[in-house]
Nanobody, 122 residues
Framework: QVQLVESGGGSVQAGGSLRLSCAAS????????MGWFRQAPGKAREGVAV???????SYAASVKGRFTISKDNAKNTLYLQMNSLKPEDTAMYYC????????????????WGQGTQVTVSS
């Protein structure tokens, strides 16, 4: 059974940076995706950035060029470096993993963390 624990959220002003971490316990198969998703109040959960065991990465258009996803396999930890943050990035950020085909679609994922809140003020 996979367990995911996110950390690193907080409050920051627009233009600032945050780094999220997701520590995974249990075995993550090499053909699984791990990724970050977010949900703002009153909005649907959306994919932000995902990375496959092969190293393939996908980003949502809204964060491309500002966010960077990475993974430390030795530590079984996923990261999301968020730069140039905007108020519209305010959301609960979740880590997830599973073997999926539509990698940025939240409904494809079975294993989820509890989330970490990111708040960006203008």
């Amino acid at each position: 059974q996979v367990q995911l624990v996110e950390s690193g959220g907080g409050s920051v002003q627009a233009g600032g940076s945050l780094r999220l971490s997701c520590a995974a316990s249990g075995y993550i198969y090499s053909n699984y995706y791990m990724g970050w998703f977010r949900q703002a109040p009153g909005k649907a959960r959306e994919g932000v950035a995902v990375i496959h065991g092969s190293g393939r990465i996908s980003y949502a258009a809204s964060v491309k060029g500002r966010f960077t996803i990475s993974k430390d396999n030795a530590k079984n930890t996923l990261y999301l470096q968020m730069n140039s943050l905007k108020p519209e990035d305010t959301a609960m950020y979740y880590c997830a993993t599973d073997r999926v085909t539509r990698e940025l679609l939240p409904d494809e994922y079975k294993y989820w963390g509890q989330g970490t809140q990111v708040t960006v003020s203008s």
